[in-house]
């Protein structure tokens, strides 16, 4: 198939805003589509490159049921892992329990109770251990297998993130763009800030609330996010082409963009999960 790609921009916003420069953070949309993922790759949904002689993680809440397969990522395949990584490891592995509601100490939140997994490829040496497939409790939340087609892009911040006086000004330009060219004219926050989908790295949104910063709970450090989960590629003038409208391509559809952050101070200290 052709690999995904997101189309350019409609503008490069940080010409009539020069100071944006400074905000920009790189991502990586992962562009998952349905395939035969190997366990040795990157993917969402497939079989995960796991050590035979290590125990498989299991939900404290639901019975000891194990956890779910939800996606892999190898640093050599996703540019804006790296940063995350710990030193020493260049994989990342997700598991979660699909069921919608787990109250996790204080952290507690309404989706999949999710498991970070950071090591080296490379010392995954013995046969797989493949786990018989957990009690489903919600099938949106079981991933189709699918291959990934990772493409960096730029992203600029929430409005949340950005000094009020500089708000004012996208805002004013913005309706002006309008007044001028129409209904069709860019947005900042939908077609020139961040990109939907699944991706890595890149800046959160906050649309259904006002911005609540996450904090680490071991360090106190403010929290960065990781990894977002959202069924929808097409908002805005994002859609990838050569087919832009995408809706679900995992099967995993929360109704919500579900994100993962973690400290980026040490990577290791505890994650924390929201929906937004």
Same mark, same amino acid.
């Given at each position: ?27 990586t949309r992962l562009h998952p589509r349905p395939g035969t993922p190997a366990a040795a790759g990157s993917s969402v949904g497939g079989p995960l490159l796991w050590p035979a002689a290590e125990a498989w993680p299991v939900c404290g809440e639901h019975g000891g ?22 030193? *020493? ?14 109250? &996790? ?20 040496? *013995? ?20 291959? /990934? ?16 006086? /500089? ?5 004013? $330009? ?16 939908? &077609? ?10 890149? $800046? ?28 929808y590629e097409s908002d805005g003038s994002w859609g990838p082409y050569p087919d832009p409208r995408v809706h679900a391509p995992t099967g995993v559809d929360l109704g919500r963009d579900y994100r993962a952050f973690v400290c980026p101070a040490d990577p290791t ?8």
């Amino acid at each position: 198939m052709t690999r995904p790609r997101t189309p350019y921009r409609p503008l490069d916003i940080t010409v009539p805003f020069p100071e944006l420069s400074a905000h920009a953070r790189t991502a990586t949309r992962l562009h998952p589509r349905p395939g035969t993922p190997a366990a040795a790759g990157s993917s969402v949904g497939g079989p995960l490159l796991w050590p035979a002689a290590e125990a498989w993680p299991v939900c404290g809440e639901h019975g000891g049921a194990p956890l779910l397969p939800l996606a892999q990522f190898h640093v050599r395949d996703v540019p804006d892992l790296a940063p995350f990584a710990p030193p *020493g490891t260049d994989l990342l592995q997700v598991l979660w329990c699909p069921r919608y509601a787990h109250e &996790d100490g204080p952290f507690s939140h309404f989706g999949p109770y999710t498991r970070l997994v950071w090591r080296r490829a490379a010392e995954v040496t *013995g046969p797989l251990a493949v786990p018989s497939p957990p009690p489903v409790a919600e099938e949106r939340y079981v991933p189709v297998p699918c291959v /990934l087609h990772p493409e960096q892009v730029v992203e600029y911040p929430w409005a949340d993130y950005l000094p009020g006086p /500089l708000v004012a000004r996208i805002d004013a $330009w913005e309706d002006d763009l309008r007044a001028r060219t129409g209904d069709a004219a860019p947005c900042y926050q939908y &077609d020139l800030s961040l990109a939907p989908g699944w991706k890595i790295g890149g $800046w959160d949104s906050w649309h259904r609330t006002d911005l609540v910063p996450l904090f680490c709970a071991a360090c106190g450090t403010e929290m960065r996010v990781l990894l977002t989960l959202d069924a929808y590629e097409s908002d805005g003038s994002w859609g990838p082409y050569p087919d832009p409208r995408v809706h679900a391509p995992t099967g995993v559809d929360l109704g919500r963009d579900y994100r993962a952050f973690v400290c980026p101070a040490d990577p290791t200290h505890p994650h924390r999960m929201s929906m937004q």
